[in-house]
């Protein structure tokens, strides 16, 4: 059974963490049974409705009967309860939203028979494991899939990061992470020390030097291919290899690519340039629309700079990203108008109030 009340309470928590930026709300893998959003959590009323409109749109509640309103209390029971009883009432499709900060996020919605359909893919791509850990949120479809959809298929357990020893996660765990994630386990384990785990990644480019790192370290890993827009579509298990397409996934000819599904029919234009070796195997070169992934995040150097030539302090603005061992950062030089320590406090406050954390430049020369 996929809806089960821990799996709900997973993504309205998991939703709940992105409003907190708190992973998880701050919870793990054990929620009390009372707990309550206001009370517990801290969400204020802003904050619920900010929630309840991000699962009305990803579980289609306004599309079920109006006892299914979450507003009506702030127990995580009764949120938990009327998302169980809508899916019982329509379980044909899941609304997600792209990853971008600076273009608009859009509203993508996929049937849940796609999605089932590629998890049943993947479930006998790998061998099924003793206990999946969990490392992204679940309301995401990378997230969705890997850790809703496989454990329920698989009948295996799933645990957060935060309560298992990211020492010994167990010799047949699956540790479910971004290029973000791995990087954080990459450097956080003692010296020489071998884990006997396995691993997958995806939401971004995985960097070659990590990747090889964590094969040192005895992971075998796998990296998955895909978008908000698409989902999962190649694979491959080194970073010297190609993506493989999943078996169901034809791709065009036409520039930009296309990529047709067998099972359902569908067809969607990729967002990236791709060289294409083999029928089954293909190298993604880069986005088509100038986004840079920053930790999973579709950010746009464009928007960035026009934003901050906005600022009345500034005069000229570059804004630029540039791969560090694989690694894409942001570079950015802002000239002032007229430069003192003050100017200087200013435009770098006024920078920080209008972009997220991935938006800004990790080199920000302000002269």
């Given at each position: 059974?996929?809806?089960?009340?821990a799996?709900?309470?997973?993504?309205?928590?998991?939703?709940?963490?992105?409003?907190?930026?708190?992973?998880?709300?701050?919870?793990?893998?054990?929620?009390?049974?009372?707990?309550?959003?206001?009370?517990?959590?801290?969400?204020?009323?802003?904050?619920?409705?900010?929630?309840?409109?991000?699962?009305?749109?990803?579980?289609?509640?306004?599309g079920?009967?109006?006892?299914?309103?979450?507003?009506?209390?702030?127990?995580?029971?009764?949120?938990?309860a009327?998302?169980?009883?809508a899916?019982?009432?329509?379980?044909?499709s899941?609304?997600?939203?792209?990853?971008?900060?600076?273009?608009?996020?859009?509203?993508?919605?996929?049937?849940?028979?796609?999605?089932?359909?590629?998890?049943h893919?993947?479930?006998?791509?790998l061998?099924?494991?003793a206990?999946?850990?969990?490392?992204?949120?679940?309301?995401?479809?990378?997230?969705l899939?890997?850790?809703?959809?496989?454990?329920?298929?698989?009948?295996?357990?799933l645990?957060?990061?935060?309560?298992?020893?990211?020492?010994?996660?167990?010799?047949?765990?699956?540790?479910?992470?971004?290029?973000?994630?791995?990087?954080?386990?990459?450097?956080?384990?003692?010296?020489?020390?071998?884990?006997?785990?396995?691993?997958?990644?995806?939401?971004?480019?995985?960097?070659?030097?990590?990747?090889?790192?964590?094969?040192?370290?005895?992971?075998?890993?796998?990296?998955?291919?895909?978008?908000?827009?698409?989902?999962?579509?190649?694979?491959?298990?080194?970073?010297?290899?190609?993506?493989?397409?999943?078996?169901?996934?034809?791709?065009?000819?036409?520039?930009?690519?296309?990529?047709?599904?067998?099972?359902?029919?569908?067809?969607?234009?990729?967002?990236?340039?791709?060289?294409?070796?083999?029928?089954?195997?293909?190298?993604?070169?880069?986005?088509?629309?100038?986004?840079?992934?920053?930790?999973?995040?579709?950010v746009?150097?464009?928007?960035i700079?026009?934003?901050?030539?906005?600022?009345?302090?500034?005069?000229?603005?570059?804004?630029?990203?540039?791969?560090?061992?694989?690694?894409?950062?942001?570079?950015?030089?802002?000239?002032l108008?007229?430069?003192?320590?003050?100017?200087?406090?200013?435009?770098?406050?006024?920078?920080?109030?209008?972009?997220?954390?991935?938006?800004?430049?990790?080199?920000?020369?302000?002269?």
């Open positions: 059974m996929i809806w089960a009340t799996t709900i309470q997973r993504i309205i928590l998991d939703t709940a963490g992105g409003i907190l930026q708190t992973p998880h709300a701050g919870l793990g893998s054990a929620v009390p049974a009372d707990l309550d959003l206001h009370h517990d959590l801290g969400l204020n009323s802003l904050q619920r409705m900010t929630l309840a409109a991000s699962l009305n749109e990803f579980f289609g509640l306004f079920t009967t109006d006892d299914n309103y979450l507003l009506a209390h702030t127990s995580l029971a009764h949120w938990t009327c998302i169980l009883r899916r019982q009432q329509d379980d044909t899941l609304t997600f939203r792209t990853s971008g900060t600076s273009g608009a996020a859009r509203a993508i919605q996929h049937p849940m028979a796609s999605l089932l359909g590629e998890a893919y993947l479930a006998k791509l061998p099924r494991p206990l999946i850990v969990s490392t992204v949120p679940a309301q995401h479809v990378y997230g899939i890997w850790t809703v959809l496989l454990p329920a298929i698989w009948a295996c357990p645990r957060l990061l935060a309560d298992v020893s990211p020492y010994d996660p167990g010799a047949d765990t699956l540790i479910i992470g971004t290029p973000f994630t791995w990087e954080y386990m990459e450097r956080s384990l003692r010296p020489g020390s071998v884990l006997t785990c396995r691993g997958v990644s995806s939401t971004a480019p995985l960097p070659p030097g990590l990747f090889t790192r964590l094969i040192d370290r005895g992971i075998p890993l796998t990296e998955v291919y895909g978008s908000s827009e698409t989902g999962g579509l190649a694979y491959r298990h080194h970073p010297d290899q190609p993506f493989t397409l999943f078996p169901y996934l034809s791709l065009s000819a036409e520039n930009p690519a296309q990529i047709t599904r067998s099972d359902t029919g569908a067809t969607y234009l990729l967002p990236d340039r791709l060289e294409q070796l083999s029928p089954r195997q293909i190298r993604v070169l880069g986005r088509l629309d100038g986004a840079v992934q920053i930790a999973g995040v579709n746009y150097p464009a928007h700079r026009q934003t901050i030539l906005d600022c009345p302090l500034v005069l000229t603005c570059d804004i630029y990203a540039k791969a560090d061992a694989g690694v894409a950062q942001l570079y950015g030089a802002v000239q108008r007229t430069h003192t320590e003050a100017n200087r406090a200013a435009c770098l406050h006024w920078i920080r109030a209008r972009f997220s954390a991935p938006e800004i430049p990790k080199h920000l020369y302000i002269y």
